[in-house]
């Protein structure tokens, strides 16, 4: 989306610059709420731009959930631990299992119940991610 802000760094970046780019013009506490939002799927119209996560407008609308729980890998905030929950339970597993490499980076043992689920999960991927993530919490 279009706002007043400031324009998001370079396209291509990796999101590991990307997000630190973003906290430092954005503030960290901003971009931890907005990614919160995202993977909720309240996005807002004043929102910072989606190259702030790599993203673009004209992806399909799971993305942004995706890029919410990535921007979260790098940006975090305890605040958002129910989103994270939230984001092991979607509906694309693409989203799941970002969700799951939150888990691990953050070693996040609460949702350690959500994340032995997941190792019975349709999707390969989201199995493999999940029995990782087990190991780091």
Same mark, same amino acid.
């Given at each position: ?70 921007? =979260? ?8 631990? !129910? *989103?994270?929950?939230? /984001? @092991? %339970? ?27 689920? =997941? ?8 199995? !493999? *991610?999940?029995?990782? /993530? @087990? %190991?780091?919490?």
């Amino acid at each position: 989306m279009t706002t007043g802000r400031p324009s998001g760094p370079p396209r291509g970046a990796h999101p590991r610059v990307l997000l630190a780019s973003a906290a430092e013009v954005l503030g960290e506490d901003t971009v931890a709420d907005w990614c919160v939002r995202l993977v909720l799927g309240q996005e807002r119209a004043d929102d910072p731009d989606l190259a702030w996560l790599g993203g673009t407008e004209d992806w399909a609308a799971y993305w942004r959930r995706v890029w919410g729980a990535r921007g =979260l890998l790098y940006v975090w905030d305890d605040s958002a631990l !129910a *989103a994270v929950s939230v /984001a @092991l %339970r979607d509906e694309h597993w693409r989203v799941r299992e970002m969700g799951l490499k939150v888990v691990r980076a953050h070693g996040l043992s609460e949702l350690t119940g959500e994340v032995a689920d =997941l190792r019975k999960d349709d999707n390969a991927r989201v199995r !493999a *991610a999940a029995e990782r /993530a @087990l %190991r780091s919490t």
